[in-house]
């Protein structure tokens, strides 16, 4: 990538840290170059940065007796991700609350960030919700594994008639592995497309129709946000569910 057509975080980072990106980059067989720092793995990682620093900005300001706008907004999303635990997963869904959290947050903060002059979405790009998505499917089955035991879990697989198992073992097998390729394109086809509409209105017109289509964008970056968190949730409920 040309250092002209980076963003200036991107920038930064090649300009001053390329040895540590070559070496993150070495980890995976990836040969070193002169500027491996890429605009979306910037993107991520300001995010991630953003992310940490509201939350150590948030915890010495929580308070039982004198919540400040800030804790009750937070906890709107607490209790929003932990009443879709409940009512997808089940009274134990408070234990995988973090990580529905988490994931709910950091795409919200991903898709919405692109709004700002001089950053981009970095779930616009197919490697940000691929690598989500991944981590969703190490998720569900770990916990899965936890759950149950590894046997019981792959008795998932089999179905609920024992006979049909030869049939049923190929169809979930392709199905689990199905998953985080829909979790992928559903996430980055909208987050490009919505991209791309807001940026061609905004060199056709001046000011208000950009401003209706960033609306726009602004609410499908809530709804792709909700709804990878609640596919999410529904694998974990099937991963952790018991048999009977």
Known sequence: MAAESELFVTKLLNDNFASLGNTLTGLVGIHSQERPWADYVAMELVVGLIVIVLFAVLKPR???????????????????????????????GYHYAAYFGTIFIFVLFANLIGL????ISPTMVPSVPAGIALATFCYYNI??????????????????????????????????LARPLS????????????????????????LFVPTLFMGLHVFVSFLQAYIFMLLTMMYVAGAVAHEH
Request: charged residues 15%.
């Open 183 to 206: 979790l992928t394109i559903r996430l980055f086809a909208n987050m490009y497309a919505g991209e791309q509409v807001t940026v061609v209105f905004l060199k056709l017109t001046l």
């Open 116 to 119: 700002i002059p001089g950053f």
């Open 143 to 176: 916990v899965g594994v936890e759950a149950n035991g590894i046997f019981k879990y792959m008795a998932h697989f089999a179905g609920p008639i024992w006979w049909m198992a030869p049939l049923m073992i190929p169809i979930e097998i392709c199905s689990h």
């Open 62 to 92: 929580l308070s039982v007796d004198r919540p400040g706008k800030f804790q009750h907004i937070f906890e709107l999303i607490y209790q929003f991700v932990t009443g879709q635990a409940d009512e997808q997963v089940g009274h134990e």
